[in-house]
T-cell receptor, first 113, second 118 residues
């Protein structure tokens, strides 16, 4: 049962444009959502997170939006840069005291120069 | 920022060998560390939660006698793949998070270990 889903396995975006990565979840008990970026043969790097009580969190070029009613979150990267080319995973935490994360299947983002 | 070091980064060994992977939190104490496994082009699957000073908690379907976890200190957890076979070949990643704070702290990941069993 895949509780966190990223339905787009890949995405290509022109440099300088906005990249939008999407993530859907099924478990309404998740209380924190995170986005990680991963290069091949490396561990994931934390990008940004959002609490379930908020609907937006911004950090530089990265903004995460959360729509609880739709059980949907998205990561916006603007402007997109070539170094943003990587696999992006969304992840969710099941609640305070339970630090386990459930990961989505990832979206490979390619920034076209 | 928080740094997690994982060693070795790459292991090739013969079938039947046991392999130990180390995960260290370099600049913070981690009561809890996590071990994940990733197959090619797939998501990270949690294998077990490693708790300092106590037994690890394994996810359903993960053989605890096959994947031995030891968390002897607040900065070190080890995963030993015992009597490894080709089907154990995978990318293993550990993570840790800073504990003891009121603010949510995300998990920080090591760079992973590529295990290839011949």
């Amino acid at each position: 049962d895949q509780q966190v889903k990223q339905n787009s396995p890949s995405l290509s975006v022109q440099e300088g444009r906005i990249s939008i990565l999407n993530c859907d979840y099924t478990n309404s008990m998740f209380d924190y959502f995170l986005w990680y970026k991963k290069y091949p043969a490396e561990g994931p790097t934390f990008l940004i997170s959002i609490s379930s009580i908020k609907d937006k969190n911004e950090d530089g070029r990265f903004t995460v939006f959360l729509n609880k009613s739709a059980k949907h979150l998205s990561l916006h990267i603007v402007p997109s840069q070539p170094g943003d080319s990587a696999v992006y995973f969304c992840a969710a935490r099941l609640g305070f005291g339970n630090e386990k994360l459930t990961f989505g299947t990832g979206t490979r983002l390619t920034i076209i120069p | 920022g928080a740094v997690v070091s994982q060693h070795p980064s790459w292991v090739i060994c013969k079938s039947g060998t046991s392999v130990k992977i180390e995960c260290r939190s370099l600049d913070f104490q981690a009561t809890t560390m996590f071990w994940y496994r990733q197959f090619p082009k797939q998501s990270l699957m949690l294998m077990a939660t490693s708790n300092e000073g106590s037994k690890a908690t394994y996810e359903q379907g993960v053989e605890k006698d096959k994947f031995l976890i030891n968390h002897a200190s607040l900065t070190l957890s080890t995963l030993t793949v015992t009597s490894a076979h080709p089907e154990d070949s995978s990318f293993y990643i550990c993570s840790a998070s800073i504990t003891g704070t009121s603010l949510y702290q995300p998990q920080h990941f090591g760079d992973g270990t590529r295990l290839s069993i011949l």
